[in-house]
């Protein structure tokens, strides 16, 4: 269970999160949506240790992240990928996908709990190309690579920062039904950025929508999308006649 | 996409405790292939090379350990390190004052603090304690370095080589100043070289393969990925640069036990450039690599060298070119840089490539 409360964080005065919280809870699958801008990375980058807010506390199931760093998040089991891919270009796919495994020591009880790096690269179809140079795999693969990577870590919360850039219909329709197949198996908390609406409504059990910094409505999908300060920000204000 | 459907319809990842087969096993093998060609050219100067030659190779083989020693931090942490030879110098300092016989020392350094002018130890145990002394220098150094990046971590690394040089140089009671220190026993000889060498090749790529080396490389590839994976670069990188300061320290003690004389211009920076030339023409990514440009450049520097005191060909006599290898070095810098930044070996370890050269004859 995540939980972020009243995230603050200005960069050179502007307010880029004010007061953000969300929660997301094990098993659930959340869309962070809203225009370009918003503060959606800037949040998700708070959350896995980049930056270090102002105000505000982030805990993960019970323990205190708030500040600390990314690679004290990844090993409290916080796994995200990036908007623009970045992966160990000259490592090869399938060490990519051992570095995570191998940093948490907490991995070795998640070992038992049936995270392994051949049946990891198995399941994203690179199998394959274990033995190639990350860096030359085609985009999509690369995508695939960079979850695969992610789940090594055991992870209790996961975030996706636009995993459907990119994609085709197709693609993305796979995309999503592998993001339910982590649901499944792994079970934890997801978190997806994206612009594709279609994509994050087929996707997510709850939306949380951001615009200038601010969380400005969360809830089921069919629910937020209803309230009246979405539809401004998405559609535009009602104009008088 | 192609397979991302695969992900939906299959189940969890089922543990199958599988993985490569013995992976330590195979960088042990992989160095010791590595160290194969060192040790045939170090076995056919032992049998049939003049004297000339053997006190070629002795030099030679010392700049392989330093330059191994260097790829283990520039070639795994992708940080370019000028001070590497402080570490040679303490190295070959520490034996120095450690186990120069005293009847030596009252001619040389009559004056050393710490009544070091009337002990001496015995070579084995002046070079465990050189190495702790260069082990407590890099712990320190280590420590701001590791903080640091790209560019500073370079800047800090050749303000530490001017540090040591200044003390070796001023610290005259103990270290002799600029004149030669001699009397160090000489008791290396090249077999005694060419086995610390094949050591410190297995060694490194045993590093390498580590899990230690494998996070250090992915940090050096993506700082912001590997962090978001925990991976703790600070750490790893204060690890790569002990043990590379550690390795280039073997190579100062074992300089001193077979040249027996050192002075502080040896540790400075014509070593420097001559070392970190034959990483960078060799390939810094492969300890592979390191030894490639090792070989090739000592090589090449002899020859260079006979043509430098000026020789005739076909009767021809062509003037004294003095200078040349210095040139010569820079040259094979700037054209390595421009058309082959990874090296003569790229990314592939020796064993590596004749695994893919046999696959593919296959």
């Known amino acids: 269970m995540l939980s972020v409360e009243a995230v603050s964080k200005t960069f050179g005065g502007v307010q880029a999160l004010r007061e953000a919280s969300l929660a997301c809870a094990a098993g659930e699958i959340l869309g962070l949506i809203g ?47 990036f908007q623009n891919i970045r992966l160990f270009k000259d490592l090869t796919v399938r060490q990519n996908v051992e570095v995570a495994y191998i940093t948490c020591r907490a991995t070795r009880a998640k070992q038992a709990a049936g995270i392994d790096i051949d049946a990891l690269l198995a399941q994203y179809g690179l199998d394959d190309l274990a033995d190639v140079p990350a860096g030359t795999l085609p985009y999509g693969s690369q995508r695939r690579l960079e979850i695969a990577r992610a789940l090594a870590l055991g992870p209790s919360l996961l975030m996706l920062d636009e995993p459907a850039a990119g994609l085709n219909e ?72 | 996409m192609a397979h991302m459907e695969i992900s939906a319809s299959t189940s ?58 260097l790829q283990v931090f520039m070639g795994n942490g ?76 370079t800047i800090v690394s050749l303000a530490l080589l001017i540090i040591v040089h200044s003390v070796f140089l001023n610290w005259t009671d103990l270290f002799k100043g600029n004149q030669a220190f001699f009397g160090i026993p000489k008791v290396v000889g090249l077999p005694g070289i060419m086995a610390a060498a094949v050591v410190v090749i297995v060694l490194a790529r045993l590093f390498k393969d580590s899990r230690w080396g494998l996070q250090l490389r992915a940090s050096a590839q993506s700082p912001q990925a590997a962090a978001a994976v925990g991976v703790d670069a600070k750490r790893l990188r204060l690890v790569a640069w002990i043990l590379s300061a550690l390795i280039c320290g073997l190579a100062g003690i074992l300089y001193a036990y077979f040249a027996g ?85 790229g990314r592939h370890e020796l064993d590596e490539q004749l695994a893919r050269f046999f696959r593919r004859a296959r």
């Open chain 1, 35 to 81: 225009p370009n801008g918003a503060g959606k990375s800037t949040l998700v980058n708070a959350i896995s240790g980049t930056l270090r807010p102002e105000r505000g506390s982030i805990t993960l199931d019970g323990r205190d992240l708030t500040g600390r760093g990314a690679e004290h998040c990844a090993r409290a089991g916080v796994a995200r990928t």
């Open chain 2, 261 to 345: 004389t050192i002075s502080p211009k040896l540790f400075y920076f014509q070593q420097i450039f001559m070392t970190l030339a034959m990483l960078i023409l060799g390939g810094m990514a492969t300890v592979t690599g390191a030894v490639t440009g090792v070989i090739v450049l000592s090589v090449g520097l002899e020859f260079i060298r006979s043509i430098e005191s000026g020789v005739s060909i076909g009767g021809i006599q062509l003037p004294q070119l003095l200078g040349l290898s210095g040139v010569a070095l820079g040259v094979v810098i700037v054209l390595s840089m421009a058309f082959r930044p990874s090296g003569i070996c």
């Open chain 1, 170 to 241: 197709g693609e993305s329709e796979a995309l999503a039904m592998a993001i339910e197949g982590i649901r499944r198996d792994v079970g934890c908390a997801t978190i997806v950025i994206d612009h594709d609406l279609r994509f994050i409504n087929r996707l997510c059990d709850r939306l949380c929508v951001m615009d200038q910094g601010e969380v400005i409505a969360s809830g089921e999908t069919l629910a937020v999308w209803r309230d009246p300060r979405v539809i401004e920000v998405y559609v535009g204000q009602a104009q008088p006649a």
């Open chain 2, 12 to 69: 969890t990842a089922v543990a199958t405790p599988s993985g490569p087969a013995k992976p330590v096993l195979r960088s042990l093998l992989g160095g010791l292939v590595t160290a194969l060609p060192v040790l045939a050219i170090g076995l056919l100067i032992l049998a049939f090379a003049p004297a000339y030659y053997t006190h070629l190779a002795l030099a030679a083989f010392v700049n392989l350990i330093v330059v191994v020693g």
């Open chain 2, 78 to 153: 992708n940080i370019a390190n000028l001070g590497h030879s402080a570490f040679v110098g303490i190295g070959a300092y520490g034996v120095a004052v450690l186990a120069t016989p005293p009847a030596m020392k009252k001619l040389s350094i009559p004056d050393a603090p710490f009544g070091l002018a009337d002990i001496a130890l015995d070579p084995l145990t002046a070079a465990l304690c050189a190495l702790l002394a260069v082990g407590v220098v890099a712990a320190a150094s280590g420590k701001v370095i590791s903080r640091l990046s790209g560019v500073a971590a």
